[in-house]
């Protein structure tokens, strides 16, 4: 079965360091999606990636998919407080829209 | 950007009563609609696939009569906890599923904090 793999499971930061968090998956994706969530609320689409080695940005969050589809990471540059959160990356592995999460990242930033 | 609700956002009810939640899609038909629930601190896990208009497919380890699903339009999903219990509260999320450009793009809603006494 599939099986996504986040790291890391927790991460604190300065305000206005860089960070990256890494999803892993057990087999080829067909499409790779990172979601934000505030704790007891609902997901905010970041971004989503499907071919090999494609590369999204937003403001300052930049995504990226290997070229194997099998690995993605998100990075932030120069975070803030608003960057807080939970970050969740979901994965598709055939056409039926079908979105498997990893366990997500806790992201908190220190002022 | 498409956008979909979920009602209601909170609800509490007492042991051995069932739960209707529901998820809409508002500006968009939705081809297929999914259930996630999430424990805390914990990732979403997916319940099941809903289709319009045919039968759920569950995950496995979801009880199916447990946890009812209906998909009587392309712009709604119900979810019906019964006989609900302690260990089924939970945060239940919901997305609705499109094509665009032709790819598949998926829609989460505000999810239903559902405590059971």
């Known amino acids: 079965s599939q099986e996504l793999e986040q790291s890391p499971q927790s991460l604190i930061v300065q305000e206005g360091k860089n960070l990256t968090i890494n999803c892993t998956s057990s087999?080829?994706?067909?499409?790779l999606y990172w979601y934000k969530q505030k704790y007891g609320e609902g997901l905010i689409f970041l971004m989503m990636?499907?071919?090999?080695?494609e590369e999204k940005s937003h403001e300052k969050i930049t995504a990226k998919l290997d070229e194997k589809k099998q690995q993605s990471s998100l990075h932030i540059t120069a975070s803030q407080p608003s960057h807080a959160g939970i970050y969740l990356c979901?994965?598709?592995?055939?056409?039926?829209?079908?979105?498997?999460f990893g366990k997500g990242t806790r992201l908190h930033i220190l002022p | 950007g498409a956008v979909v609700s979920q009602h209601p956002s909170r609800v509490i009810c007492k042991s051995g009563t069932s739960v209707k939640i529901e998820c809409r899609s508002l500006?968009?038909?939705?081809?297929?609609m999914f259930w996630y629930r999430q424990f805390p601190k914990q990732s979403l896990m997916l319940m099941a696939t809903?289709?319009?208009?045919?039968?759920?497919?569950?995950e496995q380890g979801v009880e199916k009569d447990k946890f009812l699903i209906n998909h009587a339009s392309l712009t709604l999903s119900t979810l019906t906890v019964t006989s609900a219990h302690p260990e089924d509260s939970s945060f239940y999320i919901c997305?609705?599923?499109?094509?665009?450009?032709?790819?598949?793009?998926?829609?989460f809603g505000p999810g239903t904090r559902l405590t059971v006494l």
């Open positions: 997305s609705a599923s499109r094509t665009s450009g032709g790819r598949n793009e998926q829609f």
């Open positions: 087999k080829t994706l067909y499409g």
């Open positions: 990636l499907q071919k090999g080695g």
């Open positions: 979901g994965a598709a592995t055939n056409r039926d829209d079908k979105i498997i």
């Open positions: 500006d968009f038909q939705a081809t297929t």
């Open positions: 809903s289709n319009e208009g045919s039968k759920a497919t569950y």
